[in-house]
């Protein structure tokens, strides 16, 4: 934990931070007066009613918050000035990392020491709504029991608030989230005369048509950490998908991982899609310009092609996900956002409780977000920021907003980091020339391996 500096950069984090450096870069009366100003709030469905520890209005709150969240909290101080706060600067950001785990049971077993307020991944989640030991409670509180009102709760885009719901209850408030749209240069399209396609077959075809007509030119890539969230979880593959809270469906044989995995050897044998990470070194360098599409999540236009690839403004453009041929219910993928924690252990629920809703419901705060917010409202006043739209050469708010609500709800939150097995085991095959197809099934096995050596039973078909 740090009071200062830059935490380390994690998986989605990382992302930014690498973009950013080419830039040069959400209660009813409750005890003691812990209510919010809406005193509708959704009844406990299932278990015990929360009971908060004995609170103490007016008290401190202490909140850790990575460095890219930390203005947003200083800015609710500075609004906020009778709110007691002391800040806090961790690395919790960071997808993968167990530091606010080691340190909530660090915290579990001295009695004292938790933060009320925290940033975290929804990986955090799985472990947070969970005792850390014999006779612990939980360390998120059950927002939905009695603290945060059930009207704010629906306010969230559709799916967006699944990472935070474990045994009936919600132990958390989705700030951001990522969902994946098809990103085009529309100057190159509009000059080469190709139609935007609106299904994966178009995709293929396009992109072998550009191959063949246009050498070098690219429309994605599979070579960074997070390339499987945008292709293979908008395909609805189930290689992350829990049938029971502790049993792990991956089955990377069903016909939905290995149609997307023969399209994706298609083009990459075309050269069309590169096994080179759009992030990785060099590659804003050497061929930025001649990304003529991409398939990622909404944050690329900002922090890919604006920053990292330098693209004039104007040029790019964002386009609905795609859909499979027949096939009507659209799907897409999600690479990244992060969630608002409050402590059960918080003395002061009410003040803790006020920060994670103002931090990713309100518009003061969310409008100049870095990215899209997963609070339905709070998202129509970052589109309607200047900063989030005047750089695309069209309006991207229809595609950013359908694509907001049809994230696939197959893609389970799971107490590891999707991202390892797929650094760890498929990058390295497909940057030494072997089919993606061919290596789903070593694939499946890390896979297999992390969900066990994280206490899941792994079932298959």
């Known amino acids: 934990m740090r009071s200062s500096g830059s935490p380390r950069a994690g998986r989605r984090r990382a992302v930014l931070r690498t973009a950013a450096a080419a830039l040069s870069l959400a209660t009813a009366a409750m005890l003691a007066g812990c209510a919010s100003a809406d005193t509708t709030t959704k009844p406990s469905s299932s278990g015990p009613e929360f009971k908060p520890v004995t609170q103490k209005a007016g008290s401190q709150i202490t909140v850790w918050a990575d460095s890219t969240r930390l203005p947003s909290v200083q800015a609710y101080q500075k609004a906020h000035p009778d709110v007691k706060m002391k800040i806090v600067t961790y690395d919790g950001g960071a997808d993968g990392s167990t530091y606010l785990q080691s340190k909530v049971q660090l915290f579990d077993r001295t009695?004292?020491?938790?933060?009320?307020?925290?940033?975290?991944?929804?990986?955090?989640?799985?472990?947070?709504?969970?005792?850390?030991?014999?006779?612990?409670?939980?360390?998120?509180?059950?927002?939905?029991?009695?603290?945060?009102?059930?009207?704010?709760?629906?306010?969230?885009?559709?799916?967006?608030?699944?990472?935070?719901?474990?045994?009936?209850?919600?132990?958390?408030?989705?700030?951001?989230?990522?969902?994946?749209?098809?990103?085009?240069?529309?100057?190159?399209?509009?000059?080469?005369?190709?139609?935007?396609?609106?299904?994966?077959?178009?995709?293929?075809?396009?992109?072998?048509?550009?191959?063949?007509?246009?050498?070098?030119?690219?429309?994605?890539?599979?070579?960074?950490?997070?390339s499987h969230e945008s292709y293979f979880w908008s395909g609805q593959c189930p290689a992350f998908s829990l049938t029971k809270p502790d049993t792990l469906r991956s089955d990377l044989t069903d016909p939905k991982c290995t149609r997307m995995s023969k399209l994706l050897d298609g083009l990459i044998s075309a050269k069309a899609v590169t096994t080179k990470g759009f992030f990785s070194q060099g590659f804003a360098k050497d061929s930025a310009d001649k990304v003529l599409m991409a398939y990622g999540p909404s944050w690329y236009g900002q922090y890919l092609f604006q920053a990292a690839f330098k693209t004039p403004a104007k040029q790019i453009a964002a386009a609905a996900p795609l859909t499979w041929q027949g096939e009507t219910t659209a799907a897409t993928g999600n690479v990244g956002g992060g969630v608002w924690m409050v402590s059960s252990h918080s003395a002061n629920l009410k003040a803790s409780t006020d920060l994670a809703t103002w931090l990713t419901t309100s518009n003061e705060n969310q409008a100049a977000a870095p990215t899209y917010p997963a609070y339905t409202k709070a998202a129509e006043a970052w589109l309607a920021n200047p900063a989030n739209s005047d750089y695309f050469a069209t309006d991207v708010s229809k595609p950013f907003q359908e694509a907001a609500n049809e994230v696939w709800s197959g893609w389970s939150n799971t107490k590891f980091s999707d991202a390892t097995a797929w650094s760890s085991v498929v990058l390295p095959a497909l940057t030494s020339g072997k089919s993606l197809t061919s290596t789903l099934p070593a694939w499946q096995q890390e896979i297999s391996n992390e969900a066990k050596a994280n206490g899941y039973q792994v079932a298959g078909k």
């Open 111 to 226: 009695g004292s020491g938790w933060p009320d307020v925290v940033f975290g991944t929804p990986t955090d989640v799985t472990w947070a709504s969970e005792p850390t030991k014999s006779g612990a409670r939980p360390f998120a509180a059950p927002l939905d029991d009695k603290l945060v009102p059930q009207s704010t709760l629906d306010g969230f885009a559709k799916g967006s608030l699944a990472p935070c719901q474990v045994n009936d209850h919600t132990y958390c408030l989705r700030n951001d989230i990522a969902q994946v749209v098809l990103w085009y240069n529309k100057t190159l399209m509009d000059k080469w005369g190709y139609k935007v396609p609106t299904t994966w077959e178009q995709y293929e075809a396009l992109g072998k048509q550009v191959a063949k007509d246009h050498p070098g030119y690219l429309v994605g890539s599979v070579g960074d950490t997070n």
